[in-house]
């Protein structure tokens, strides 16, 4: 199980822009959660999916990372095809899907101005991701979402960026007999412009369920 207190920090304030600005998310939209949000899924995975960041009118809004806007369909809907998740949609914090084998998280964890965090912010949620991961002892593989995650993993494992590049599909063994999956983020404008389509991602998760030691349908 992994350390609630070292892996998440509800009122984090390392980062003073994030803060300012969750901070006018909660004066502009009342009913949104504008707070850090936490990991989401099976508290003793096989498989971590690291994302980027909540998004303003998505995780920011509902609580639940990917839930809420465009970014978190195409994931959710791959998660249930696999048989990773109980329903295909996530809508908010407290619909009943359940993820099995699986938990998601983001690089950072407060949602940053044009979805966009810096360097230093992402290296101020660095300890957050490292105590994820170190608690998370079941966990076989790391399916990276966008090449900030990629960074943001291999950061918090203290392995060098030029290690490892990042190319969609690409795997990287790791210390420990993990492994580190890339694929390109799950976003609108991947979606839309077909950098990224649908059979690709189902393949690139399909093979970090694999790695993890899960048995999943094919084609």
């Not at 009342?30 to 909540?54: C, K, M, N, Q, T």
């Not at 839930?67 to 949609?89: C, K, M, V």
């Not at 993820?99 to 998601?104: A, K, M, Q, S």
Request: net charge positive; aromatic share 8%; proline share 8%.
């Amino acid at each position: 199980m992994p350390d609630a207190a070292a892996c998440f920090d509800a009122q984090c304030s390392r980062c003073p822009r994030l803060v300012a600005y969750r901070n006018e998310s909660r004066y502009r939209y009342p009913e949104y959660h504008s707070a850090p949000v936490p990991a989401f899924g099976d508290a003793d995975p096989r498989l971590l999916i690291v994302g980027l960041a909540p998004g303003l009118h998505g995780a920011n809004r509902t609580g639940r990372p990917f839930t809420g806007d465009h970014a978190g369909l195409l994931l959710y809907e791959t998660l249930h095809a696999l048989g990773l998740g109980s329903q295909p949609q996530s809508v908010a914090a407290d619909d009943p899907l359940q993820l099995f084998e699986v938990r998601i998280t983001n690089a950072v964890k407060c949602v940053p101005p044009e979805n966009k965090p810096t360097p230093a912010e992402t290296r101020n949620c660095l300890g957050y991701l490292d105590a994820e991961l170190a608690a998370l002892a079941r966990v076989r593989a790391v399916l990276a979402l966008g090449r900030i995650a990629h960074d943001a993993v291999l950061a918090a494992l203290g392995i060098k960026r030029a290690a490892f590049t990042f190319a969609h599909g690409a795997e990287h063994a790791l210390p420990g007999g993990r492994w580190l999956i890339d694929s390109f983020h799950c976003s609108r404008y991947n979606t839309q412009t077909r950098r990224l389509t649908a059979a690709m991602f189902h393949t690139v998760l399909a093979r970090a369920a694999t790695l993890s030691g899960l048995s999943v349908p094919g084609p």
